[in-house]
């Protein structure tokens, strides 16, 4: 008997984020097809984005699921938010990601909500700015997120301790 490789898909977030028709001029006309913006992560800092292109909407989100799990990166998180402000740009998509204190919750509209919650981010203020390009906007949203610093790696750079360089509301787990 053949063995399989199955992937813990019971453990992954996935949310379809947009679907568009999108069609091809031929010959004899148009010929239409579906682009699927999926996000998937694992709620704890692993998170990736697929895009996928088919005939049948199933397939685009089969085929977007799939390049999301092959391209998730980790970010850092800081508690139940990020550690510090950040600003990202993808093309004409620019998003300001802020952490929040908790209680907050998800202040976060569309593309920068499902790429947020599905990283496992329980308090954050983000805005849009630019280009509301969807695609581009989670781009920008993933760019920002792999791109933070931890605070021990900020106070390592900095040369001082934890305590200077944490966020006044936060008391590390211990």
């Known amino acids: 008997m053949a063995r399989r490789n199955f992937e813990k898909t019971d453990e992954l977030d996935e949310r379809v984020v947009h679907i568009a028709r999108v069609s091809k001029v031929i010959k004899g006309g148009r010929r239409f097809a579906f682009r699927t913006v999926v996000v998937v992560g694992d709620n704890q800092g692993q998170v990736g984005i697929g895009v996928g292109k088919a005939r049948?909407?199933?397939?685009?989100?089969?085929?977007?699921?799939?390049?999301?799990?092959r391209n998730m990166r980790s970010v850092n998180l800081w508690s139940t938010t990020i550690p510090h402000e950040i600003e990202a740009k993808v093309s004409g998509a620019r998003v300001l990601l802020r952490p929040a204190a908790p209680g907050t919750g998800v202040v976060a509209g569309g593309?920068?909500?499902?790429?947020?919650?599905?990283?496992?981010i329980k308090n954050i203020l983000t805005k849009s700015l630019g280009s509301a390009n969807i695609l581009n906007v989670a781009h920008a949203?993933?760019?920002?997120l792999t791109r933070l610093i931890t605070p021990e790696e900020m106070a390592e750079m900095r040369?001082?301790?934890l305590a200077e360089v944490a966020p006044f509301w936060y008391q590390p787990d211990k």
Do not use: F, N, Y
């Not at 049948?56 to 699921?65: E, H, L």
């Not at 593309?111 to 496992?120: K, P």
């Not at 949203?141 to 920002?144: A, D, I, N, R």
């Open 56 to 69: 049948g909407v199933p397939d685009s989100i089969r085929k977007a699921s799939e390049r999301a799990r």
């Open 111 to 120: 593309a920068v909500r499902a790429v947020v919650e599905a990283a496992g």
């Open 141 to 144: 949203t993933l760019e920002g």
């Open 159 to 161: 040369g001082c301790s």
